[in-house]
């Protein structure tokens, strides 16, 4: 088994797909119109064929408060790459907002950013056999 898509809630499809794609580099996967008010958007890091982020517009007033929140302030997200200095000054150049400078952990090199609605994210590279899946 693994885990094929994750959901993040979000205000707006069409934000959130230019966000995701000119900000982090994220490639647009699917984009299919399901009604008149529903959208099945799959993003994914560039590279990753395995897991791809639901860009799911909040519906109802419960799915509104969980935007920017939706793992109660905690960091929920991490994107692992092979070179942390060009992602991280890539990201910096286009805008992505950094809430810590990068730190060097015993199991890599790590940074703190916010997505479009608050989420918090890890930009994250593990050192070799630091980590279990890779």
């Not at 699917?30 to 799959?42: F, G, I, M, P």
């Not at 408060?65 to 000054?89: E, H, P, S």
């Not at 810590?100 to 994210?121: H, M, Q």
């Amino acid at each position: 088994m693994r885990i094929a898509h994750v959901s993040i809630v979000v205000r707006d499809y069409d934000e959130a797909i230019t966000w995701f794609t000119q900000k982090l580099g994220f490639r647009l996967v699917e984009d299919t119109k399901l009604s008149d008010t529903k959208r099945w958007v799959l993003v994914a890091p560039p590279g990753d064929g395995n897991t791809s982020l639901v860009l799911a517009r909040a519906a109802g007033e419960s799915q509104q408060k969980a935007i920017g929140n939706q793992t109660g302030g905690r960091v929920g997200f991490f994107l692992q790459t092979d070179d942390f200095q060009r992602d991280y000054r890539a990201f910096l150049a286009r805008g992505v907002e950094f809430i810590e400078s990068p730190r060097n952990e015993e199991y890599g090199t790590v940074a703190i950013f916010t997505d479009l609605c608050g989420n918090k994210w890890d930009l994250i590279q593990y050192q070799p056999g630091a980590q279990a899946l890779g």
